[in-house]
């Protein structure tokens, strides 16, 4: 997706022009299509049950708010070994753009050998176009330790190789020290890697997760799945379209196999229409069932919440030489991203010695939104009404009449007597002072009291730890016209909620609190988040980060 204020830039195969922009100059917008949002949900960590832990209990087995149990005995059955915790890493740093080779090729996807029922994929190419192998290339050489713990030497590197060394050489239990890449990987192993979540079945406590590698030849595919297996333990594995599959047990394999030929992944209509709107695939693609994610973490965690309601997600990585992009988009019966006015005018006057920012626009729709989630909600619904009581606040009331609607909360650059910073908030500044004064009241009863400052105009209240500095963001400045800004955000234009992180004036800011950052970060430029609601219940977001 672009528009008229998007330069020009890279482009993928179908799309014509040049694959890559060359090695030199500005950065640079590739055209992609559907610039979406990223939305997740992580599950809660079970509470153990059963008696008071031993005085000498390892930290690991006592849990807040649960009960100690003895650790149960090890389980015989197989796991997942080395090397496919090997392939698994495979997935997650090519995501990064470390595997690139070649252009775009035709064959089976993934989705085509995992089932329709799944909640949750990951898909890595590890055989992307040839514009993005040398754009991930050349970004990930300008980090340190990544150009060390790999050993990069430059743009022909057989980073397959200098990765699968990585791993192993990370490999404590020695499980992979017979492993060889050029004997037992590289005559095998394809291009694609696709991971499903399945849902939980009755008689388990956790969801299946099955493999899916591309795999050339099965019988060697096997056998280093073998080579890299303890004595006694055994993968379930099967072999079917070009593809190796492999889970914890043969049972979970089977029943993949089973659903897939009911209905793959490839033929879920959601999961068909989500990636064709997100476009260019890149280098990783992420797809959920967010209503199938929420009900397990609901199942396995304290109390069953669904934040997001029901709902697809959809998102893909996706490389520059000077920049990495996440972009996706969701689907939901619940509004993620407000109906609101666009928060980029406010937000590209902030001032120029910005450090770091975010705003959101439609703040007070927005917490009308998250109350009615929230009174769904027993559990934290009660603990909201006790923090209300306590504390005086009229709620919701209160924080819409302070928050207002759109809200900026900014840092500047400048720390030596200490961090500036601010929060400015379009409302009624009568109104707002009211509740702030409460908010106050509240802030001399911490242990570490904070004096707050204000700044008012007709309809904006900025509140800050400096008088100077409120007196500053009031004023505003030209954030938007910064080469740094322009670089992480380059399209603002409707955007309902924005951040922006200046990494040069982070860096000065932990300097002057006594903190060093490391290479890695002191390579970074800056980073940008836009998110913005494109109607009838669906959102896009972009996050790109942006190096020197």
Do not use: C, H
Not at 12 to 21: C, D, K, N, S
Not at 38 to 53: A, L, R
């Amino acid at each position: 997706m672009s528009d008229q204020n998007t330069p020009p830039g890279p482009q993928f195969p179908g799309q014509g022009g040049p694959q890559y922009p060359g090695a030199g100059g500005p950065p640079q917008q590739p055209p992609y299509q559907g610039q979406q949002p990223y939305q997740g949900q992580q599950p809660y960590q079970q509470q153990p049950q059963g008696q008071f832990p031993p005085p000498n209990a390892p930290y690991e087995q006592v849990q807040m708010g649960g009960q100690w149990q003895p650790e149960p005995p090890a389980k015989k059955r197989g796991k997942l070994i080395p090397i496919i915790a090997a392939l698994a890493m495979v997935v997650v740093v090519a995501g990064g753009g470390i595997f690139a080779y070649g252009k775009l090729n035709g064959g089976k996807q993934p989705d085509t050998v995992l089932p329709g029922t799944a909640i949750g994929y990951l898909r890595v190419d590890l055989n992307p176009s040839a514009g993005q192998k040398l754009a991930a290339l050349r970004f990930l050489m300008k980090f340190p330790s990544a150009k060390d713990k790999l050993k990069l030497t430059g743009d022909k590197d057989d980073l397959r190789q200098k990765l699968f060394e990585a791993v192993k050489s990370e490999d404590k239990s020695g499980d992979l020290k017979d492993v060889d890449y050029d004997k037992d990987v590289k005559p095998w192993m394809g291009d694609r890697i696709g991971v499903a979540v399945l849902p939980k079945a009755e008689a388990k406590k956790e969801p299946t997760v099955v493999f899916a590698v591309e795999a050339t030849d099965e019988k060697a595919a096997i056998a280093t799945l073998d080579k890299g297996s303890k004595p006694g333990e055994k993968l379930g594995r099967a072999f079917t379209d070009g593809y190796l599959l492999v889970s914890e047990t043969q049972a979970e394999v089977d029943a993949a196999v089973a659903a897939t030929k009911a209905g793959s992944l490839a033929d879920n209509a959601k999961y068909q229409a989500d990636l064709e709107k997100l476009g260019e695939p890149g280098f990783a693609t992420l797809w959920a069932d967010l209503s199938g994610i929420a009900k397990l973490a609901g199942e396995i965690g304290p109390a069953k919440v669904n934040p997001v309601g029901s709902g697809t997600m959809a998102a893909a990585l996706r490389f520059d030489a000077q920049y990495v992009e996440l972009k996706g988009i969701t689907k939901t019966d619940t509004e993620l991203v407000a109906k609101a006015s666009d928060a980029s005018e406010l937000f590209t006057k902030l001032p120029d010695t910005t450090a770091a920012a975010i705003s959101v626009s439609g703040v007070d729709s927005s917490i009308d939104q998250v109350w009615k989630t929230l009174q769904q909600t027993p559990e934290i619904n009660d603990l909201v009404q006790t923090f209300a009581e306590s504390s005086g606040l009229k709620l919701p009331d209160d924080l819409k009449a302070l928050f207002g609607k759109n809200l900026s909360v900014v840092a500047d650059k400048d720390a030596s007597a200490g961090p500036k910073i601010a929060a400015r908030l379009e409302t009624d500044p009568a109104k707002a002072e009211a509740v702030l004064a409460k908010v106050t009241t509240l802030l001399k009863q911490s242990p570490v009291p904070v004096q707050l400052q204000t700044a008012k105009d007709g309809d904006t209240l900025v509140v800050a730890t400096d008088k100077e500095y409120a007196g500053k963001v009031l004023q505003g400045g030209n954030l938007g016209q910064s080469e740094g800004f322009k670089a992480a955000l380059p399209n603002v234009q409707g955007a309902t909620m924005l951040a922006y992180v200046d990494f040069d004036a982070v860096n000065g800011v932990m300097e002057s609190l006594g903190e060093k950052s490391n290479a890695d970060v002191k390579a970074l430029r800056s980073a940008g988040v836009a998110a913005r609601n494109t109607g009838n219940f669906e959102s896009e977001f972009t996050l790109r980060v942006v190096a020197k």
